[in-house]
């Protein structure tokens, strides 16, 4: 049984290095991977049809890419190879509201966050793709050994605790230039998700555009509504910002790792920049962590790959509170949770784990027997393939 694996270009090489981890857990199920590089093909309709005389294929995956795509005569992916599609959108889904507008209603959708599954659903209606689901991130690497005791743990861990990703502030909103009712409406929502601990993009929006004289439920407003990743990404940033200020103001020996932080450092006087890491190159860094810093991207009810990652690599996460995270973990034993609302708190909690090598030591271990129990490819594997059965469903509908 044949998949394909569609890979294309990520920052970081993140979504790359996570095809690969997937290619690896099909083919232990017993799967042919076939993975194909989209920037190394020069015609990659040729290169769908080549990989479907070879034989039959079971399914199609890619992160994010390819919905939208179509050959020269209007066929989709999943026409050529006459495989099932299946999508796993890793970022916030509105953020490629063009690809969604686009993407063939035949492919089954994959969301990192639950509340993301009932956004495109509200959006678009429950019906319109074969599938949408929630399927989470995995932990990608392989597991760290466990050192002998919280002695060797601190000896072989030299950073304290490390933070990998983009420095973020807020900037200018997209919707400054619009007119008084628009901006208020945006200013309404960004204003409500702030005052929560977490609230999902969308439903700020929805609650500001109700509270304008608007209805949500109006099918004419479903293009405006997808404005809701403004939200989410203004206050994604404003988070990461004021994460990385309250962590400066405990004075967290913070060694961070990632884009843009050059011009900002001036800020940070506790932080030690390493510069820039993939995702590979960060695996390395957190076996050598005691803690890793996690902002869950403004995930509320889903996942970050990080913590898992952490994780796996034998460090203790800690991150922002998630519903998933403490759904499937036990808070405190696998891994420490601090609130947006109480941050001063958190970071001296993060401060007091990270100096405590007996509790760290001991959450990585449980946290890591989690992870190769319930959170690897192996397992997220069971719920891309029901996702295909869905498409596949659809696809034969179709034809």
Known sequence: MRVMLIKGRSAYDALRIFTDGLAEAFAARGYQPVVLDVPAEPDLAAALRREAAVGPITLVHSFTLLGEWRDGEGRTVGEITGAPQVIQFVDYPFTHMQRLDGCTRAAAILTIDESHVEAI???????????????????????????????????????????????????????????????RIFEGAVELALAAEWMPALEALDQSMAGAGLNPADPS??????????????????????????????????????????????????FIHGGEADLNQAIALMRRSRVVLNINANFGRGSHERPLTALMAGAAPATDHSAFYAARFSPEK??????????????????????????????????????????????????????????????????
Not at 153 to 180: N, S
Not at 364 to 376: D, I, K, P, S
């Open 221 to 270: 407003l479903a293009g405006f509504r997808k404005n809701a990743t403004f939200v989410h990404e203004h206050v994604r940033a404003f988070r990461r910002f004021e994460l990385l200020k309250a962590a400066a103001k405990a004075g967290l020996p913070l060694h961070v790792y990632g884009k843009g932080f050059e011009k900002h450092l001036y800020r940070f006087k506790s």
């Open 121 to 183: 659903n509200s959006v678009y209606g429950a019906d319109h793709f074969a599938h949408v689901g929630f399927c989470p991130h995995a932990a990608i690497g392989q597991p760290a050994p466990r050192e002998a005791d919280a002695g060797a743990f601190a000896d072989a861990r030299d950073i304290p605790i490390l933070f990998c990703g983009t420095f973020y502030k807020p900037d200018t909103p997209p919707w400054a230039a619009q007119e008084a009712r628009i901006r």
């Open 334 to 399: 696998e891994v420490l949770l601090y609130r947006w609302k109480a941050l001063d708190e958190g970071m001296a909690r993060v401060a007091a784990l990270s100096a405590d090598c007996e509790a760290a030591f001991a959450m990585a271990g449980a946290g890591q027997a989690r992870v190769l129990a319930e959170h690897t490819w192996a397992q997220r594997i069971d719920v891309i393939l029901a996702a295909a059965d869905a498409a596949r469903a659809r696809l034969m509908q179709a034809a």
